[in-house]
Every structure is written in C-alpha cells, then in structure tokens.
C-alpha cells in the first residue's frame, strides 16, 4: 500500500502538468512512449498462451504512427485535425492485420504466424489506438479539460471501488475473471465518478478561469459557457465512462487470468504494469473521442 501511494503521489502531478500544459507534439511524444511499454507487457502476456510475437514489426507500426500523429500535433484547425486522424486510425486499424500477416509469412514454423500478427494486430488495436485519441483529443477546443475530467472521472471511480469494495464488498461481480471486484464497488465507483464528473462540469467556466490565471492551460484548453454541455447530458456522459473504465478493467484481468499472472509487468512500484494502470483509460478514451468528435462537427 505504501509503495502504491507513494508512486501516485509522484506521478499524479507529472500526469496532470503533462496533460495541462505541455505542447501537443511533447504529449505525443511520451504518450508514444507509453504505448511501446504497455505495447510490450501486452506481447510479453501473450507468450502465456503460446504465441510468438512479432515484437519489432509491431513496435516499428506503434512508432511510425505516433509519428506521422507527433508530425501533425501543431494543426490548429479541430475540425480537419479530427477528420484526418480519424481517417487515419481506421485505415491504420484496417492494413493492421494485412501487415502483420505478410510479415508472419516470413516464420519457417507457419503455425505460429496467424496467432502472432492476431496478436500484434490486437495490440495495436487495443493500446495504441486509444492512446492515440488522447493526443488527438489535446488538439481540439478543450482538450485539457476534457482529458483532465476522463482522468478525475476514472481515478474517483477506481479510489472508490478499491475502498468500498474491499471494506463493505460482498457480492462478487465476476469470480472467475477478478475475485476481489464486487457490485458495492462497482455501485460506489459509479457514483463517485458521476460526482466529480458532475462537478466539474457545473463549475467549468469558473475552474477553465482558474487554471488559464494560473498559467495552466490557453484559453482555447478551458471550457467556458456555450462550450458546456447539459448537465444531463454531462451526467449521462460520464456514466457511460465509468462503466467504460470498469470494463476494461475487467478484460485486462480476463487476459491476465488467462495468462496466468497478477500483474502486467513491474514498472511501477506498488500498481504493476503500465497496462495494470492503463487499462481503464484504454476503454474510456475512445467513448470521450467519439463524443468530442461529434461536439467539434456541431
């Protein structure tokens, strides 16, 4: 317990002025950084089940579309920002598998070239993607508020859930896959991620305020006034996250139980690996992109 508070402490605030403040091309940047180590504990899981992986194939594809995204992070229009990315990533997502399995061809045992470029595939699919839509999500009118409100939402639901769950917890939400999740936590999560998600959008113009006097953020990062959605709407968002996040905190331990390990990796001391930390954002992310997309069409 120690060990996981203190490595919060330390880079809770590093995570926040990261989002905040640093340009769009040094957040793709360590967000690439990101994905290639979550990339790798993800191949390095599916050895577990008797796959190969093809690791430098996949970490050339994670680099070289992080870079092309890095190479595009100064576009100041959201609207063609966001329209080219997403013809990106579907197109990215769509030769993924093409890719991979012309490369597998080149293995002298053929049986393990459709698990490994399923598996390289995948990862890219399911780390890098989201990932990238967080940077991508920086570019657009209120984008570090955004990114800000997706990650209070996600850490009040999963402070929460660990709580409740572990001090009141009975009902067990699914054995097999997490013993120690229950439908208290998962309730408690839920409410604790509506509040704040709730908050923050009644008080946005007065904190986007705040943060720009503070030198935090520019002013096109803040949310002010007709930017702010309903509050229903708010509301309904943010449940629609955390129920997100709480999914992908389940599949992550669906593919670690299946790997047969606790943790993903040993990064971080106290939390595990940097999918054991991620893992909730990796389902959330694309929600909040999707509905910042359609916000930027309006």
């Given at each position: 317990m120690i060990k996981r508070i203190a490595t919060a402490?330390?880079?809770?605030?590093?995570?926040?002025?990261?989002?905040?403040r640093a340009p769009v091309a040094v957040v793709?940047?360590?967000?690439?950084?990101?994905?290639?180590?979550?990339?790798?504990?993800?191949?390095?899981?599916?050895?577990?089940?008797?796959?190969?992986?093809?690791?430098?194939p996949t970490y050339g594809f994670v680099i070289l579309f992080f870079l092309l995204l890095t190479l595009h992070a100064s576009q100041e229009k959201p609207l063609l920002s966001t329209d080219i990315f997403g013809l990106a990533a579907a197109f990215a997502a769509t030769i993924a598998a093409f890719v991979?399995?012309?490369?597998?061809?080149?293995?002298?045992?053929?049986?393990?070239?459709?698990?490994?470029?399923?598996?390289?595939?995948?990862?890219?699919?399911?780390?890098?993607?989201p990932l990238a839509m967080l940077v991508q999500l920086r570019q657009q009118w209120a984008g570090s508020f955004l990114i800000l409100y997706l990650l209070l939402v996600v850490w009040a639901g999963d402070i929460l859930a660990y709580f409740v769950g572990k001090s009141v917890g009975r009902h067990l939400m699914a054995?097999?896959?997490?013993?120690?999740?229950?439908?208290?936590?998962?309730?408690?999560?839920?409410?604790?991620?509506?509040?704040v998600g709730g908050a923050m959008f009644y008080y946005s113009s007065?904190?986007?305020?705040?943060?720009?006097?503070?030198?935090?953020?520019?002013?096109?990062?803040?949310?002010?006034?007709?930017e702010r959605p309903g509050m229903a709407s708010a509301l309904?968002?943010?449940?629609?996250?955390?129920?997100?996040?709480?999914?992908?905190?389940?599949?992550?331990?669906?593919?670690?139980?299946?790997a047969g390990v606790k943790d993903s990796g040993t990064i971080l001391p106290g939390h595990?690996?940097?999918?054991?930390?991620?893992?909730a954002l990796l389902f959330a992310a694309p929600v909040l992109w999707v509905w910042a997309a359609w916000r930027v069409t309006q």
């Open positions: 402490v330390v880079l809770i605030p590093i995570v926040l002025l990261l989002v905040l793709a940047i360590i967000t690439a950084a990101v994905a290639l180590l979550t990339v790798g504990e993800f191949l390095k899981l599916t050895e577990s089940y008797g796959v190969k992986p093809l690791r430098k991979f399995l012309t490369i597998a061809m080149r293995r002298a045992d053929l049986a393990t070239g459709y698990p490994a470029a399923a598996a390289s595939a995948f990862s890219f699919i399911y780390v890098a993607l054995p097999r896959i997490s013993p120690k999740k229950t439908w208290e936590g998962a309730a408690a999560s839920l409410v604790a991620s509506m509040a007065s904190l986007s305020t705040r943060l720009v006097s503070w030198g935090l953020i520019e002013r096109r990062d803040g949310m002010f006034g007709l309904v968002l943010t449940a629609v996250l955390n129920i997100a996040a709480q999914l992908g905190d389940l599949v992550e331990s669906l593919i670690k139980r299946g595990g690996g940097m999918l054991d930390r991620i893992d």
